[in-house]
């Protein structure tokens, strides 16, 4: 099924109902009924909840007016809910939009008001509606959301909640909606009145990135065939929650470093999408420097010293990290350890990490096995290494010269 305005230069709508293999490789497929822009999916009926078959997938509109997908064995995966409605039919917009309709052309049910991780030019998201997408094999997802106040993208993992970039609109003015258009982003008012844009030319669509949690404005590129990026909401890699893995430091380089708590706890080496809620207790806290966090909305407490703070972090074993700046006198206290990058040292700001009692910063010197905390400042192990080397040759070769030169006979100090 396909849109009417369809051209041969942009590409159009079309509707399909779609079997894809099964990641277990247990037999199974999954049915979706879904909507593409070109070969760009822009909306899936199984965006929240997967649908297995085993080797048939069956659409239907049934006499009462509901769509459904169903199996072989007639098993109900998705419905659209509209029994009883008039339903006659179903079809495609020009916007993109699968409705529902009935015999008076009136519009019961609509994919629009069902948003996934893409929002179409000329659909609208109200206060408290959201887009999501979900990362692969991984426990944590991001979310687009639109708030009284601004709009959001938010990190989440169980029930934790993070946003890690925001928009607010003019004179701080109380955002209704937001309306996607063919300029770009536009941010209306409780009376309809536009009170803010992100603006950009001949945007088709906005879409939250499934791998970094970006979220970007693409518009068709007849020259590439493609649809591209036109805007980016984060444009700094190291600005994006998950640039580094959990316990990782963007460097200036845009590489990771990791910080080192626990013996096997080099982040370059754990599972893809693996991030413990292991509650730390009896743990200290270790001040990084030069270091800060992309992650707000943490649990925030004012009116403390630095020396409070580290010690509510340390007393909740939930707490893993936390912020302090001395201006504000204000804590901020993280259940992950994510969003860390480098940055210029400010003075008055401090990043602090819970670890095991007994870890010491690598210039530190202690009788306890030592834990490495953190190469921060992103050098490179290749030049560490030929530092290294260098020394010993230095010294190998100074001992050769002594011992080369003849016995000096000791000075006489009592004449």
Not at 198 to 210: V, W, Y
Not at 211 to 228: A, D, H
Not at 293 to 321: F, H, I, P, W, Y
Not at 387 to 397: D, P, V
Request: one cysteine or more; glycine letters at 8%; proline letters at 3%.
């Amino acid at each position: 099924m396909e849109s009417e305005l369809s051209s041969a230069r942009e590409p159009g709508f079309k509707a399909a109902l779609t079997m894809e293999a099964n990641d277990d490789n247990d037999g199974r497929y999954l049915c979706y009924l879904q909507v593409f822009l070109g070969d760009v999916k822009v909306w899936s009926s199984g965006h929240y909840s997967k649908m297995y078959v085993s080797n048939k997938c069956i659409i239907e509109l049934t006499k009462d007016g509901d769509l459904r997908l169903k199996s072989s064995n007639k098993h109900v995966g998705w419905r659209s809910g509209t029994s009883g409605q008039g339903v006659e039919r179903f079809e495609i917009q020009s916007t993109g939009n699968l409705v529902l309709v009935d015999a008076m052309n009136m519009i019961k049910w609509q994919s629009f008001n069902f948003p996934t991780d893409v929002m179409l030019s000329g659909q609208r998201l109200d206060v408290a509606t959201q887009l999501t997408s979900f990362p692969k094999d991984s426990t944590l997802f991001y979310s687009f959301e639109v708030l009284r106040d601004k709009i959001a993208l938010f990190l989440n993992l169980n029930k934790l909640k993070y946003s890690y970039w925001e928009y607010k609109p003019i004179e701080n003015k109380t955002v209704n909606f937001v309306r996607l258009g063919s300029k770009g982003l536009d941010i209306f008012d409780d009376n309809s009145h536009k009170i803010g844009r992100i603006e950009k030319p001949m945007i088709r669509f906005l879409a939250i990135g499934k791998k970094t949690g970006n979220f970007g404005l693409y518009s068709y590129k007849p020259e590439t065939g493609k649809f591209e990026a036109s805007f980016q909401a984060i444009s700094n890699t190291c600005d994006l929650p998950v640039a580094c893995k959990p316990y990782g430091i963007c460097t200036f380089n845009k590489s990771c470093s990791c910080i080192k708590v626990v013996s096997n706890g080099d982040c370059n080496k754990n599972e893809e999408g693996v991030i413990s809620m292991k509650k730390l207790c009896d743990h200290e806290m270790v001040e990084l420097k030069g270091v800060t966090t992309v992650l707000r909305n943490g649990t925030q407490v004012r009116n403390m010293s630095k020396e409070r703070c580290e010690e509510l972090c340390k007393k909740d074993c939930e707490c893993r990290a936390a912020s302090y700046s001395v201006s504000d006198e204000s804590c901020v206290m993280y259940r992950i350890v994510m969003g860390v990058k480098e940055t210029e040292r400010v003075s008055g700001l401090s990043y602090m990490v819970k670890v095991p009692k007994g870890v010491r910063l690598s210039s530190e010197k202690s009788n306890v096995r030592k834990w490495v905390v953190g190469l921060v400042g992103g050098i490179d192990g290749f030049i560490i290494l030929l530092l290294l080397s260098g020394f010993a040759f230095y010294s190998i070769r100074k001992r050769r010269k002594s011992s080369l030169l003849p016995p000096q006979q000791p000075i006489n100090t009592e004449s």
